[in-house]
Nanobody, 121 residues
Framework: QVQLVESGGGLVQAGGSLRLSCAAS??????????MGWFRQAPGKEREFVAT????????YYADSVKGRFTISRDNAKNTVYLQMNSLKPEDTAVYYC????????????WGQGTQVTVSS
């Protein structure tokens, strides 16, 4: 499994930008890790998918709610994934979690501690 630590959360005004980072350690190569992704959970709401990236191939996928505004990327050499968030809206306010899915596993099996993102109006 992969150990994950998120950073970069904070308070930002609506329309602003923020970049989240997720530092990974452990089995981070494409041999062991299939995808890495970002999820978020707001108070009173269930966790929702935000974006994912295939670790080896680089293909990306986004939730409809963030398409055109968020960009997921990775730096394999640094074992880090990023979530660039632009044109932020108050409804983007949530705790953002980084996750990894190992090859041979049906669901994400490694999670970070989360980082708070608050977007003010």
């Amino acid at each position: 499994q992969v150990q994950l630590v998120e950073s970069g959360g904070g308070l930002v005004q609506a329309g602003g930008s923020l970049r989240l980072s997720c530092a990974a350690s452990g089995r981070t190569s494409s041999t062991y890790t299939y995808t890495m992704g970002w999820f978020r959970q707001a108070p009173g709401k269930e966790r929702e998918f935000v974006a994912t990236i295939v670790w080896g191939g680089g293909s990306t996928y986004y939730a409809d709610s963030v398409k055109g505004r968020f960009t997921i990327s990775r730096d394999n050499a640094k074992n880090t994934v990023y979530l660039q968030m632009n044109s932020l809206k108050p409804e983007d306010t949530a705790v953002y979690y980084c996750a990894a899915r190992s090859r041979g596993v049906n669901d994400y099996n490694s999670w970070g501690q989360g980082t708070q993102v608050t977007v003010s109006s």
